[in-house]
């Protein structure tokens, strides 16, 4: 049978003694252990470029000619070399960071992998060992920990997508809020908020007067929840608000949406505004929101008078 070694990891300490003397050295003689362990194709390595004050381990070229910044570390990643990695690539304008570890932090795993979620730089996250079997020579042994990659990316993208969405409902309901307050009370103490709605208080616990918004539609609801295990009661509101449904819609002015929703614990009584949503803030939002209110005016005092009369 045919005899078969025991791989066994050494101390990189015995094998560089010196991180930028030797390990770094050693590194940019043997870029192309990088080229294996990241499937890219790194050339041109040279050591300590100056990135401002101050100098970088290793600089090299990628396939399409743009810097990649590559920071050593034999010991537990740290802050500090964090910080360095990024400050080089934002100096040197480089399109790709590698960080070379010998042991990499949870909390430093997750921080690379944000940075390919949130930029348009890739990182990598590598973990550099030596090893060797009987008296071989030793070798090194690099393990890809964390790195770019096409579900980081659109990951990303919808974390960017979603964050201009609050940004942009935020907006919406600020401007909402401080043009209801001219014209009613009923919304005065709300703040905006980055939802898909805000609403108050009907006067009578589980029920709420919402305004809600959609990418490109709005509406305005009574909206019927008195919480965890009120699905009967609920529906016994919702069924004592319908027995009132000509007079209420004649009140109000025109049809309303009564959804019951069968099956769900809350209901609701609704009017959908068809003009526009948060995504159709250039020229849209004041007709929107004008609608919007005066829509609320009139379903507070077409349901008021017969939310008032209830005895729940």
Known sequence: MREIGKLERIPLKEVWKHEALEFTKWLEENIDVLNEALDINLSSAEREQSAGSFSVDLVAEDEAGDLVVIENQIGKSDHDHLGKLITYLTALEAKTAIWIVTDPRPEHVRAVSWLNESSAASFYLLKVEAVQIGDSPPAPLITRIVGPSEESREVGAKKKQLAERDVLRYRFWEQLLEEARRRTKLHASISPTPYSWVGTSAGKRGLGFNYGVRQHEASVELYIDRG????????????????????????????????????????????????????????????????????????????????QKMKF
């Open 228 to 307: 965890k295990d009120s699905e009967e009661e609920n529906k016994a509101i919702f069924d004592q608000l319908m027995n009132h449904k000509e007079s209420i819609e004649a009140e109000f002015g025109a049809p309303l949406e009564w959804k019951r929703l069968e099956g769900k614990r809350a209901c609701r009584i609704k009017k959908t505004i068809s003009l526009g949503g948060y995504r159709d803030e250039d020229n849209k939002w004041p007709e929107v929101h004008e609608a919007m209110i005066d829509a609320m005016i009139r379903l507070e005092k077409a349901l008021k008078p017969y939310i």
